[in-house]
């Protein structure tokens, strides 16, 4: 995602940019997004990264909300930045996704974004 090689070099599944500016197409990303998603994948090495790895990642750079997707348990985990740390909320299939980052968005029943 960024121009840095190495362990900061990541590539999320979705990057919601507000104010960062959208870089020229064909290139990376030189600021950290407000929003990060990522889609858990099934591989136990690959979640536990999403999980902890890139969640001190995203923090670290400056990511205001990681929104983390267990499609596999129908559910998704919205860490949001309360002042250098993340405050975790667990949302089931009935929960509301929302965010007052994107105030003109109603948000989405989780189970209609999952299926």
């Given at each position: 995602m960024w121009d840095d090689e190495g362990d900061d070099n990541v590539s999320p599944d979705l990057a919601i940019l507000l104010r960062v500016p959208r870089p020229p197409r064909g290139e990376k990303l030189r600021h950290c997004p407000e929003i990060v998603v990522e889609v858990m994948s099934g591989d136990e090495a690959?979640?536990?990264?999403?999980i902890v790895d890139k969640r001190?990642?995203?923090?670290?750079?400056?990511?205001?909300?990681?929104?983390?997707?267990?499609?596999?348990?129908?559910?998704?985990?919205?860490?949001?930045?309360?002042n250098?740390?993340?405050?975790?909320?667990?949302?089931?299939?009935?929960?509301?996704?929302?965010?007052?980052?994107?105030?003109?968005w109603e948000g989405v029943i989780l189970s209609d974004l999952l299926e």
């Open positions: 690959d979640r536990q990264r999403d001190d990642l995203y923090l670290r750079r400056g990511a205001l909300e990681y929104w983390i997707v267990d499609l596999s348990a129908h559910r998704l985990f919205r860490l949001v930045r309360v250098n740390a993340w405050r975790e909320e667990g949302l089931g299939p009935s929960d509301r996704l929302s965010t007052p980052l994107l105030a003109r």
